[in-house]
């Protein structure tokens, strides 16, 4: 039986464009699966970027300067779009439209007027199929914690810490870039940035937060501007916030971070959940590595440590022993997604999905939240029912 072909156009080709396309390439690495992505169009208003896409990806057949150009064309079923969060609302808002189905990136707008946009535009169509991009939890350990929860391992959940923390920019010297600008990366700085894939699993388990207390950081003040003379850093470095949870057990604190100063840290997303029955913890730091401390009453509190082997929510031909990564986890999210076009929620092989857009949504009401502690000192409530 032939695999269902996905025609994908890319909006933005720059280094997280070049990673689907290199999942893309990978596809031969899973195994039985009965769709794949194939890359026929691809966008970005700097034409020289897409000379990569054309010399390196033989399936790209069109380039584009104007996205609304390839929102026109025919042969794009659906669309990975990777550009600044201030360009959102517009463009995603338009690929919706357009009728393709998309997997953009976080945070889903600049702020929480924006993602409202979007969401209006999901209600008005609601045939496409919109996720997030969120690969963390597509780790094998991540998996091994999310089936813990789902079977309610843990008995009352005590505490619950998430995080992504990378020291990418502990480095002064390093010149600034969107991210440092508040126009076209938001007030929410590291929050947007990084805080979907924090959010992504206590959106997903129902823990939403009550309400949010945020010490947010501005660290490095200014950085080079690449012209000689440096320029201010606007948006926020590091962001902690202390949440409460309710539960039908009485409800537990939650804290969540995102650093992009964090000392010693590249890239590590780690999720702990401490309960009465089983406490456990995965980090991307230790990646073939998942801690759990089962309990009884009146027996000894031991933490034990396994190697996970790979076992991905999708088959591949790597053998067990092997240790999974960052690109392994991108294919594995990516195979979810075209498994969930290709079959519906319901006929998909496994049964973890993409981040959704009423979880990014969600990670909104957060980091709005967030800001409005920092500029009071206060302790800020949040109103799901709105």
């Not at 464009?17 to 992505?37: C, I, N, Q, T, Y």
């Not at 946009?117 to 091994?144: D, T």
């Not at 505490?159 to 990378?166: D, I, K, L, R, S």
């Amino acid at each position: 039986m032939s695999a269902r072909v996905i025609r994908f156009g890319v909006i933005g080709c720059g280094l997280m464009g070049k990673e689907f396309a290199s999942a893309a390439a990978r596809w031969l690495h899973l195994d039985r699966v009965e769709f794949e992505p194939q890359i026929v169009a691809v966008c970005d208003a700097n034409m020289e970027a897409t000379k990569w896409f054309k010399k390196h990806v033989p399936s790209v057949e069109r380039t584009y300067t104007d996205y609304r150009e390839m929102l026109a064309d025919p042969e794009v079923e659906a669309v990975y779009c990777a550009v600044p969060h201030n360009l959102h609302a517009q463009i995603y808002v338009d690929i919706i439209a357009s009728g393709k189905h998309l997997l953009g990136e976080k945070p889903f707008g600049i702020d929480k007027e924006a993602n409202a946009r979007i969401s209006a535009a999901l209600i008005a169509h609601p045939e496409v199929i919109v996720r997030c991009s969120s690969e963390f939890p597509f780790f094998p350990g991540a998996q091994a914690l999310i089936k813990m929860v789902e079977e309610g391992k843990f008995g009352r959940i005590i505490e619950v810490e998430a995080g992504f923390w990378h020291s990418s920019d502990l480095d002064p010297t390093k010149p600034i870039n969107w991210k440092r600008r508040i126009a076209t990366n938001g007030e929410y700085g590291c929050m947007g940035d990084l805080g979907m894939h924090v959010l992504h699993l206590p959106m997903r388990f129902g823990w939403k937060p009550n309400s949010v207390r945020a010490l947010l950081s501005k660290i490095v003040s200014e950085r080079p501007d690449g012209k000689g003379g440096n320029a201010p850093c606007e948006t926020w470095d590091n962001a902690i916030l202390a949440c409460d949870v309710e539960s039908a057990d009485g409800g537990f604190p939650m804290v969540l971070s995102t650093k992009r100063i964090a000392p010693g840290h590249a890239n590590t997303w780690f999720i702990r959940i401490q309960g009465t029955e089983l406490s456990a913890e995965f980090s991307t730091k230790n990646p073939k590595q998942v801690s759990t401390l089962p309990y009884s009453p009146g027996q000894q509190q031991a933490w034990h440590v396994v190697d996970v082997p790979y076992k991905s929510a999708y088959g591949t031909i790597t053998g067990g022993i092997f240790e999974f990564g960052f690109s392994d986890s991108i294919l594995q999210m990516w195979a979810a997604f075209c498994d969930e076009l290709a079959n519906g929620r319901e006929g998909m092989q496994q049964s973890f999905y993409c981040a959704t857009p009423e979880e990014a949504s969600g990670s909104h009401r957060v980091f709005t939240a967030a800001l409005a502690s920092e500029r009071t000192g206060q302790t800020i409530a949040i109103d799901w029912r709105e």
